[in-house]
């Protein structure tokens, strides 16, 4: 009986992507096939994973849910979770942990006051990165502006800019690459 309830249960959870966006934006079935130029059984026919849509259909249903047709399909296909690869990282003064994915890199890192580092192309490639301070003082320069992040300050930028950092206090920092495909 309880293999029957968490089967149950995970399947109630299973809804469309389609269905999911149509009720963030508030929307019936029957609005969102009415906004789309579609019937109200195609519309139920994609939310219960039965269709078959056409480039068309997409693009109709992506223009009402406010997403580009290539963004419907990824989340359409990215329907699992998927489990970080984490390891030891401990490199130039920065030391904790790094988290892998295909297209994100979380670090936690702990560092002390004094470490400088500059921009580096082996870590960084065509990525954003963030970097958000939980404790301590960092200076980063990035395009020859200077930004001091402290506790519970943030900064988002190319990280194909050069940059540098450098810790004005020993600091716990959070950063994330991430778009590295």
Not at 32 to 60: F, S, Y
Not at 64 to 76: K, T, W
Not at 109 to 115: D, S, Y
Not at 164 to 174: G, Q
Request: charge should be negative; aromatic fraction near 6%.
């Amino acid at each position: 009986m309880d293999d029957q309830r968490t089967r149950k249960d995970s399947k109630a959870c299973d809804l469309s992507v389609v269905k999911n966006l149509r009720r963030k934006w508030g929307l019936s079935a029957d609005e969102l096939a009415e906004k789309a130029g579609l019937t109200r059984g195609t519309v139920l026919k994609i939310e219960a994973d039965a269709g078959n849509p056409t480039l068309q259909t997409i693009e109709a249903l992506a223009r009402v849910l406010h997403v580009s047709p290539s963004e419907l399909v990824g989340l359409a296909e990215s329907r699992t979770a998927e489990t970080g690869r984490c390891e030891t990282f401990d490199r130039e003064g920065y030391q904790g942990t790094r988290v892998r994915y295909a297209d994100l890199e979380l670090y936690h890192l702990c560092v002390r006051a004094g470490v400088q580092t500059c921009f580096d192309p082996d870590l960084h490639e065509n990525t954003w990165e963030v970097c958000f301070v939980s404790k301590g003082l960092v200076r980063i320069e990035v395009g020859g502006r200077s930004h001091e992040l402290q506790a519970g300050d943030s900064l988002r930028f190319k990280a194909l800019h050069e940059h540098r950092m450098d810790v004005l206090e020993d600091a716990e920092l959070f950063l994330v690459h991430y778009n590295l495909i």
